[in-house]
């Protein structure tokens, strides 16, 4: 490591890992692809890894974890703050101290007879001045290769870093995948994040959800910036300008899939195009000027395979075509090739599922997710730079300026397709009381409808009164120059189930609103919740199949199931005591009088 850096806070970090873990060789990942390709076939040896179709997916490998180690653990998952009030209602909490010497005991020797590798990481650009950097420890060749795809790695980082303290200590130690020793812990006060016993991604790749959002959030608390759970894209006009918006998503509601929109033929033959800066996570700073700045920490795409295919998401599909790493996905043992429930309509006839085991198509039972050949929250970690439609923003690190910033869930019958806040302070609100059906991301029930703050209930790195607080402060700093905040719900259900909105690409005729909104180009209608479109505003050109009375209908606000919505809101509100800013009380409580 002396070769690489003289920073002393970071040699003395290292030998006391070294010392913790006991490896039985050490090397530091310096980003060179001759160092990586050497990895690769290592992990090939082992069977860690398998390579797959070098001439159909050149590049690309194949993993799979234990059954018992498949998505994120939330009830494993803690903020060590100091004061357990800091962590607040929505985190699991243990006292730093503790859960230090608790980790500690786990690791202790873990890595006797295995190499600990080194990941000296960006978070955003290097040299950015939106980017933070961090160094991950890990005894997993799978989650070095994953890192160097998902986040910026090498030397340079660490010559960029100098001899800050800045930087973010990760520990990841497999351990014996012990799910009842599984712990993913952030201790933001000390930049730190230690995750034992488990090798899936999203407990392992700690520059992921571990430091983009729950340490980023609170450092962005304490430095004056925003670390979301949002996509950003660029909408291009016929003119060539580019308007960008961040949204917020719970996940596998259908966020890379926006992040990645192809708009309908109509509005590509007009000459509209869609930009992608980032699917998963925003970093906003206030700029110079005085508006809001948004980058993409990340460097690739940690997607949900089941679902993802050519009309879904083909620009998705394409980033996954070179230099991926599939997990927990089948393979398909006649071309050595993936597949995955919603790839196609042809699953292969002779296939090995993601347990392991011998499959073919006789086996599925809709019903029965145990038969699918791929796990729901099965993975593809493709590089950004792999996307057809990926910005020419994204590596330049000076972020891009929000006009608009959205939130959305899956709402059978209770929000609009898109609705405005009144102003920002009623935009937190909104954010502050965003609900979804819970999916297969997360360990646990699925199809429960739970509230999801912002989408960063699971990610929240603080007291999330304190968090909405926070939002309200950066709105004050931001003025008039605040982003316009909108909330749509792609999922509204006829009485037979049925979405009524196609969504997809045609989802580009509402972001097209959005941003004639923001540019005060279009009217609206005043609701009890904000401003909803008038219907004839709304393109519906060459959208076969959808009427303008079909669009009325899911632009209706029903202020009988919006008075339910409110008693839960309240409830919801109750569990942040008096964290809970004043301000949200009184956007409630205009609410309340509004549909009275």
């Not at 925003?226 to 060539?240: R, S, T």
């Not at 000459?271 to 980058?295: E, F, H, N, Q, S």
């Not at 005043?526 to 076969?544: R, S």
């Amino acid at each position: 490591m002396n070769r690489f850096t003289t920073n002393p806070t970071v040699l003395a970090w290292i030998e006391d890992m070294k010392a913790l873990l006991t490896p039985d060789n050490v090397v530091v990942i310096d980003g060179s692809e001759e160092q990586l390709e050497a990895l690769r076939a290592e992990a090939v040896s082992t069977g860690e890894m398998i390579k797959l179709n070098e001439e159909k997916l050149p590049g690309c490998y194949y993993h799979r974890t234990k059954p018992n180690d498949v998505a994120r653990v939330e009830d494993r998952t803690f903020i060590c703050s100091r004061e357990k009030e800091n962590a607040g209602p929505t985190n699991n909490w243990c006292d730093p101290k503790e859960m230090y010497a608790k980790l500690y005991d786990i690791a202790r020797g873990t890595y006797k007879g295995r190499t600990m590798y080194i990941i000296p990481f960006s978070m955003g650009p290097i040299g950015s001045p939106l980017a933070k950097a961090g160094i991950e420890v890990t005894d997993s060749i799978y989650v070095v290769l994953n890192m160097v795809i998902m986040t910026r790695v090498g030397k340079e980082v660490l010559t960029v870093l100098g001899d800050s303290n800045d930087w973010v200590r990760g520990l990841h130690a497999k351990c014996d995948v012990d799910p009842e020793k599984r712990y993913i812990c952030q201790f933001p006060e000390d930049n730190t994040i230690i995750s034992v016993n488990s090798a899936y991604g999203g407990n392992v790749l700690l520059g992921k959800k571990c430091f983009a959002l729950r340490i980023a959030s609170y450092q962005g608390w304490k430095e004056g910036w925003m670390a979301e759970h949002m996509l950003i894209l660029g909408v291009e006009n016929p003119e060539g300008e580019v308007k960008y918006v961040a949204a917020a998503f719970p996940s596998a509601c259908g966020k890379t899939n926006l992040a990645m929109m192809i708009p309908p033929a109509y509005l590509r033959e007009k000459g509209y195009k869609v930009w992608t800066v980032g699917d998963d996570i925003a970093w906003m700073r206030i700029g110079p000027d005085g508006r809001l700045y948004a980058i993409n920490p990340e460097n690739g795409f940690f997607g949900v395979a089941p679902g993802t295919n050519e009309h879904s998401n083909y620009n998705a599909l394409a980033s996954t075509k070179k230099n991926t790493i599939f997990t927990n996905v089948a393979i398909n043992n006649d071309d050595n090739t993936v597949w995955w429930e919603g790839l196609d309509k042809n699953p292969p006839q002779n296939a090995t599922d993601w347990k392991g085991n011998p499959w073919n198509p006789s086996m599925f039972v809709k019903a029965d997710k145990s038969t699918y050949a791929a796990h729901p929250n099965s993975r593809f970690t493709a590089p950004a730079v792999n996307c057809p439609c990926i910005s020419s923003e994204f590596d330049k690190g000076a972020g891009v300026p929000i006009s608009a910033i959205i939130f959305g869930g899956r709402r059978a019958k209770c929000a609009p397709l898109v609705y405005q806040s009144k102003d920002w302070k009623n935009g937190v609100f909104v954010g502050s009381s965003m609900a979804s059906e819970t999916t297969a991301a997360a360990a646990g029930a699925v199809g429960v409808v739970r509230r999801d703050p912002m989408a960063m209930l699971p990610f929240c790195g603080y007291h999330m009164g304190d968090y909405f607080q926070h939002w309200l402060d950066m709105g004050e700093k931001l003025g008039d120059k605040a982003p316009k905040i909108f909330n749509v719900n792609w999922f509204r259900t006829d009485d037979e189930g049925n979405f009524v909105w196609p969504g997809f690409g045609d989802n580009m005729r509402v972001l097209n609103w959005i941003l004639a909104r923001c540019e005060g180009k279009v009217d609206a209608v005043e609701t009890p919740i904000g401003f909803v479109p008038k219907a004839e505003d709304i393109d519906l050109t060459d959208l076969e199949g959808f009427d303008i009375e079909t669009l009325k209908s899911i632009l209706t606000v029903d202020k009988d199931v919006w008075t339910k919505e409110a008693a839960e809101i309240e409830e919801h509100y109750k569990k942040f005591g008096d964290k809970l800013p004043a301000e949200l009380r009184t956007q409630l409580e205009n609410l309340k009088a509004a549909l009275a």
